[in-house]
């Protein structure tokens, strides 16, 4: 079993999209262990998104995922890092296949309602990041 930090972004919050994330997560059978809805500090939020310090939207994202609340949570199960990136769907929604997240509900690259964890290593900085007291 393995663990990883997804997001529903502010995008997701605001569209009322929380429940239909979180149930599409469970129905996969991963299991929710941590579960949060806050507002990121711009000090977090460029923690978070370190490897995109370079790159010509790194402020723009910043100021996006800082722009209301978000939910942070952690998952665990099988495989948990590619399970929910293959529910999540590409980057980018205009290419996301139809049956994932962004797929289904989403239309903008920087808008595009959910992150999770890319690799074992990104996942446990980011559970870290967000869920300091976690077991
Ligand atoms: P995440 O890391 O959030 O799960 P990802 O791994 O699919 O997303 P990355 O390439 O790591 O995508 O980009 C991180 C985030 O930066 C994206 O989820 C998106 O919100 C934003 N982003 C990516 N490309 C662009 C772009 N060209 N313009 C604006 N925002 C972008």
């Keep these: 079993s393995e ?77 948990a890092i590619e399970s929910f990136r293959a529910l999540a769907g590409a980057t980018d929604p205009v290419n996301a296949a139809p049956g994932t997240i962004r797929g289904d509900l989403g239309l903008e690259v920087q808008a595009n309602i959910v992150h999770g964890s890319d690799s074992t290593y990104s996942a446990e900085r980011e559970i870290k990041l967000f869920f300091p007291d976690l077991a």
């Excluded at 979180?22 to 949060?36: F, N, P």
């Excluded at 998104?49 to 978000?70: C, K, M, N």
């Design 3 to 79: 663990r990883t930090l997804i997001l529903i972004k502010p995008d997701g919050v605001s569209r009322g999209l929380v429940g239909e994330v979180l149930t599409r997560v469970e129905r996969k059978g991963l299991r929710i262990v941590a579960l949060d809805l806050r507002t990121l500090d711009a000090d977090t939020a460029k923690s978070h998104y370190e490897e995109h310090a370079q790159r010509p939207f790194f402020d723009s994202l910043v100021e996006f995922i800082t722009s209301g609340p978000l939910v942070a949570a952690v998952v665990e199960g099988h495989r």
